[in-house]
């Protein structure tokens, strides 16, 4: 558009730009012109204005920047802002009254929100690489503005329910396929943003219609496109109930089947309380919670402005379980990778082990044939250690043992080149002492990868004490690069995840003395919505593991605190877990499935006679309370020590770590959902009857002395 016409303010976000005949209102604001209250008041003024001149034949409307409309101003909900008039559905009331025609020019994104406010237009036009959709279900919630009533009766029942229930976007071209979009515009060049081109034909487009003598389509007076028989209960029947949005996605189908049975408004009016009932509920809550706590989390305070050091080529040393899923992780991304091990042996291994899960992706249609050659080409494997000098990213994946790291750290500060970055993937051990075996510590960093590292989206970033800040904004970006969700934490005993773990753990044995089963203890932490119990997660992730880190500690362990040895002793009968085909449960040579046994009840019974605990009903309440407290006492220690930046942090780290469930919100929204004087209230009572163990983190006590109701903000 040319700068020379002039640009007139309606609000704070929308601004009025007239080309001839045709008033274009331009969505300004960034990041993703969300409709917020300012929003949605510049474009209800700006469409009045255009109706009430007679210089003005029709209306375009179009997004600033890289997008016509992400949605809906998230932030904002449950704020009186969310409430403010006009809101979303008075300005598509406006629209759809509206005798001149109004043409939305779609470019970017238009989602949620945005979709519902292009399908109030009259005509929608289309970059061919748009993206259009309903992503509010990954929110735990339904579309709020008619979405759920306007799709059906443009694409169909079974396209709408697609779109509704998985979140699922359509690119322009398919949009304009299948009836929700009327003209497209033709590709972009690649990696441009510019509205121009969209905008152009959208006004030619809107000049042509104001110039024909008829109605103009309005799509809430549609009929419901029938698409053949839609079993709307086999829908809600084949909803996964441990999906973090099976409220939503059960909402979701629920009001598009409204819409083939009510009348357009009483459909509004059912999507409406839908909604309201979705945004007022914890789940929905919990589900925004996460979604804002991911993005804030890749930002630190030292990391802006930044020159990032480039990262091109990345060596792994080690080839077994975390080496390779952290080489596929790279691979996957378009980064080469050299895979450095001691023995061909090992290397041979590992080689083998990616090409294969490489195949299982293909067989899942996942991945095409002949892309696992190009996966396995980005990888050299081999055995000359000197390969490091090549290397933008060193990552080390050897075994858990300080001396065995030392070593490596000192030969790679001798053939490392000075731009390099020198990173451990421990999960606990001490950075600070590692990087001591260097010249250079403010290069070395803590990745920790979780396992399966190329499945798992979590990274936590451990800093050391002399990291350099633009080593940490690297590592920080390239996480997002490899799309990982990366965590910056500080040093301690197993950093953030792993410590909190510690606590939780012992719980579990504590309760297991006390007279819960291993079976119990999962089920009751499962059914609270964790996607494993701590017992099974023990087996999984072998149990000689957390065994080395107890003796290693054991020295530096209270005398006076309760200790249970139950772990100990199941591993002193060389049951590791699943590797050994037994652990807490027995398993079947070949299957993962944990079948309780009596030789660990005997076990656990003999442990508890021999530390004097009667044994008791336990009521799977009290081992869900006693193990979520252990893990949010913990989580409020270390962020009170500066070991992570925010509680939201933590959160993240628990909800792409560990298995906790999404529509909780983490361990410290869960906190704040039960009230932090509540919480601090089971902790001082569980402290009076199981001692110094729960003594209450001082930050928890702080926070409800001055009547806060959060962890983040000022402290």
């Known amino acids: 558009m040319s700068q020379a016409i002039e640009s007139i303010p309606l609000s704070s976000t929308v601004s009025w730009q007239q080309q001839g005949d045709i008033a274009v209102l331009w969505l300004d604001n960034p990041p993703v012109n969300g409709l917020g209250d300012s929003t949605r008041a510049g474009l209800h003024a700006g469409i009045t204005r255009a ?12 997004g600033a920047g890289k997008a016509f409309c992400g949605g809906a101003d998230i932030r904002q909900f449950n704020t009186p802002a969310a409430t403010a008039r006009p809101l979303t559905r008075d300005v598509l009331a406006l629209i759809e009254s509206a005798s001149k025609p109004v043409v939305a020019a779609i470019h970017g994104v238009a989602l ?49 329910l697609d779109m509704v229930q998985q979140g699922a976007s359509v690119s322009g071209e398919a949009a304009a396929r299948i009836g929700l979009a009327d003209a497209v515009a033709d590709a972009r060049p690649s990696g441009t943003r510019d509205a121009g081109p969209v905008v152009a034909l959208a006004i030619d487009f809107c000049r042509s219609a104001a110039a024909r003598a008829v109605a103009h389509p309005v799509a809430s007076a549609l009929a419901v496109k029938a698409s053949g028989d839609v079993d709307f209960g086999a829908r809600i029947a084949a909803i996964n109930g441990k999906a973090r949005n099976a409220l939503a996605q059960n909402a979701c189908i629920r009001c598009v089947e409204a819409a083939t049975q009510l009348p357009i408004a009483d459909g509004l009016a059912f999507e409406r309380a839908q909604f309201e009932a979705l945004v007022a509920g914890n789940e929905s809550k919990a589900l925004r919670h996460i979604f804002f706590a991911e993005r804030e989390a890749p930002k ?3 990391g802006k402005g930044l020159a990032l050091r480039p990262i091109e080529r990345v060596a792994v040393i080690g080839s077994g379980t975390m080496g390779v899923g952290i080489a596929m992780s790279f691979v996957n991304a378009g980064i080469p990778v050299m895979l450095i091990e001691r023995e061909q042996a090992a290397l041979d291994r590992g080689m083998a082990l990616i090409r294969r899960n490489y195949e299982i992706t293909a067989a899942k249609g996942k991945l095409a044939p002949q892309q696992i050659d190009a996966c396995m080409g980005r ?3 081999t055995l000359a250690f000197e390969a490091v000098a090549d290397a933008d990213l060193v990552v080390e994946a050897v075994f858990e043992d300080m001396a065995v790291k030392q070593a490596i750290f000192e030969r790679l500060d001798a053939l490392c080149k000075p731009s390099a970055i020198l990173a451990t993937n421990t999960s606990r051990l001490n950075i600070d002492t590692i990087a001591a075996s260097t010249k250079r510590p403010g290069d070395v960093i803590g990745l920790h990868f979780f396992s399966p590292a190329n499945v798992m989206k979590l990274l936590e970033v451990v800093r050391g004490q002399a990291t350099r800040a633009d080593v940490i904004a690297s590592c920080m970006a390239m996480a997002q690069r490899i799309r990982k969700i990366p965590v910056l934490v500080r040093v301690c005993e197993g950093f953030v995840g792993n410590r909190m773990l510690t606590p ?10 006390e007279g819960a089963s291993p079976l119990q203890v999962d089920r009751a932490l499962t059914q609270f919505g964790m996607a494993m119990g701590p017992l099974t997660m023990a087996d999984l992730a072998g149990m000689d593991i957390n065994w080395a880190t107890r003796k290693r500690l054991a020295p530096t362990r209270p005398a006076h605190l309760r200790y249970s040895a139950v772990a100990d002793r199941i591993c002193e ?11 807490y449960y027995r398993y079947e040579p070949g299957s993962r499935t944990p079948i309780p046994d009596p030789q660990i009840d005997a076990l656990i019974e003999e442990c508890a006679r021999e530390a004097g605990i009667t044994r008791r009903p336990v009521a799977d309440e009290e081992i869900v ?6 893990l949010i006492n913990e989580g409020a220690r270390i962020l009170d020590e500066g070991i992570a930046q925010r509680a939201s942090d933590i959160d993240v780290v628990y909800v792409h770590g560990y298995g906790f469930p999404a529509w909780r919100g983490g361990p410290m929204f869960y906190a704040e959902t039960l009230g932090l004087a509540h919480v601090l209230a089971r902790i001082r009572a569980l402290q009076d009857v199981h001692g110094a163990h729960w003594e209450p983190a001082p930050l928890l006590e702080r926070l409800v002395a001055e009547g806060r109701q959060t962890f983040d903000g000022p402290r």
């Open 51 to 62: 109706l009430q001149d007679a210089t003005v034949a029709g209306v375009v409307l179009a």
């Open 112 to 160: 949620g929100g945005g979709l519902e406010l292009a399908m109030g237009c009259h005509y929608r036009v289309v970059a061919s690489d748009a993206s259009l959709g309903l992503p509010e279900v990954n929110l735990g919630l339904v579309p709020g503005g008619g979405g759920t009533q306007r799709l059906p009766r443009l694409v169909g029942v079974e396209q709408a």
């Open 300 to 302: 630190f305070a030292e």
């Open 379 to 381: 990888i050299t494997p």
């Open 504 to 513: 939780y753990w012992r719980e579990a044995g504590f309760l297991l003395e």
């Open 573 to 583: 009968l060389g049951r590791f877990g699943q590797k050994t085909n037994g652990g």
């Open 625 to 630: 309370e006693r193990c979520m407290l252990a």
